[in-house]
């Protein structure tokens, strides 16, 4: 089954930390969002495996567009 992780909020694409095959447990964090000068973190919500990165650094996002999936 997979798990799309979703933006939480509005913003630009600050840090990618993980990558395509890595495992990651619940918590990790996978991607880095900034907005208005703040950075947030967003974490897997499932532990698995990353099967696709939807974003690069500095591209922007919406709220609710998919970041990754994990697997």
């Given at each position: 089954m997979q798990t799309n992780v979703e933006a939480h909020i509005t913003g630009t694409i600050?840090?990618?930390?993980?990558?395509?095959?890595?495992?990651?447990?619940?918590?990790?964090?996978?991607?880095?969002?900034?907005?208005?000068?703040?950075?947030?973190?967003?974490?897997?919500?499932?532990?698995?495996?990353?099967?696709?990165i939807r974003v690069s650094e500095g591209d922007s996002v919406d709220e609710g567009a998919v970041l990754c999936v994990l697997e």
């Open positions: 600050f840090e990618v930390e993980t990558e395509v095959g890595a495992e990651v447990a619940v918590g990790d964090v996978l991607v880095v969002l900034e907005s208005m000068k703040m950075e947030m973190p967003v974490e897997a919500p499932v532990a698995g495996r990353v099967v696709e």
